[in-house]
């Protein structure tokens, strides 16, 4: 697999994560009564439905097409669980309560572990960049991209950290 391939698939399964994280954190802020903490959580899922969207233009930069099940092989199995686990989120019908909150919070923040570890690292901003001198000019804006997704994962991290603590507050007057 040449190095332009494996990218792209790369980033495929990279836009497949985040749109189900997306997904995820959408549907939870739905069901969570706390209107505060609902709008924090849509703020994180409309970041990552952008992501979603700036990798499937990056992939289309890469190649022609992509086949769909190799997310496993490249992206590791735990990212696949994560994957699986965030569409269960997106499936759920019944109200959210602040002390499950609590522990899906926790499962949030593996995924933006994730987001800025596994993929979203300044290695791939590299790599990108040597691709751009070396075959595909128009690559150069996309590393400009992926910083734009690195700064938002990081507020990301950051908005989380405030959520747990807003619930801390509420849940301590109950
Ligand atoms: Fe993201
Ligand atoms: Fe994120």
């Known amino acids: ?15 497949i994560f985040e749109e189900e994280v997306a997904k995820s954190y959408q549907k939870i802020s739905e069901k969570v009564s706390d209107k505060e903490v609902a709008y ?7 970041d990552s439905f952008k992501h979603a969207a700036a990798f499937k233009a990056l992939t289309t930069n890469l190649a022609n097409q992509i086949e769909c099940g190799e997310c496993g092989k490249i992206m590791g199995e735990a990212l696949v669980k994560a994957v699986e686990e965030a569409r269960r989120y ?4 019944d109200a959210v309560t602040l002390s499950e909150l609590r522990s899906i919070i926790i499962q949030f923040e593996n995924y933006e572990g994730y987001a800025s ?4 690292t300044v290695l791939y901003v590299e790599v990108v960049k ?3 001198n070396e075959y595909y000019a128009d690559l150069k804006n996309y ?3 992926l910083e734009w997704v690195i700064e938002d994962e990081k507020r990301h991290t950051q908005i989380l950290t405030f959520i747990k603590s807003r619930i801390a507050e509420q849940t301590k007057d109950t």
């Open 90 to 93: 997106a499936a759920r019908e």
């Open 130 to 132: 040597l691709l751009a």
């Open 40 to 46: 924090l959580l849509e703020y994180i899922a409309k």
């Open 143 to 145: 590393k400009t991209l």
């Open 117 to 120: 570890e596994e993929y979203l």
């Open 1 to 15: 697999m040449g190095t332009a391939d494996y990218l792209a698939k790369y980033f495929y399964c990279s836009a």
